[in-house]
């Protein structure tokens, strides 16, 4: 099993700066990918950005430029970085992990206030 643990989310001003943290735990795996998802309240779950192990990142074209997401492999763990936040950007922010399944962290609050 793996344990996923989320850090980072809160309340900021449109235009402010938020860092999400998620660290990976457990017995032992190799993981392929790590990411960020997101959903708004009434929406459905969407990709934010994602890490493919070897180096290669994809982002959402509505964060592209605005966030930036790094995978360190050796600590098992991804952090978001998110800049010049918009009201549009709030919601829970879930952390994901691939190794041979998907795991899912418990998600983290966002609020971006105009």
């Known amino acids: 099993q793996v344990q996923l643990v989320e850090s980072g989310g809160g309340l900021v001003q449109a235009g402010g700066s938020l860092r999400l943290s998620c660290a990976a735990s457990?017995?032992?795996?190799?993981?392929?990918?790590m990411g960020w998802y997101r959903q708004a309240p009434g929406k459905q779950r969407e990709l934010v950005a994602n890490s493919i192990h070897g180096g290669e990142t994809i982002y959402a074209d509505f964060v592209k430029g605005r966030f930036t997401i790094s995978g360190d492999y050796a600590k098992r763990s991804v952090y978001l970085q998110m800049n010049s936040l918009s009201p549009e950007d709030t919601g829970v922010y879930f952390c994901?992990?691939?190794?041979?399944?998907?795991?899912w962290g418990q998600g983290t609050q966002v609020t971006v206030s105009s």
């Open positions: 457990g017995s032992a795996f190799a993981i392929s990918a």
């Open positions: 994901n992990v691939k190794t041979w399944k998907d795991y």
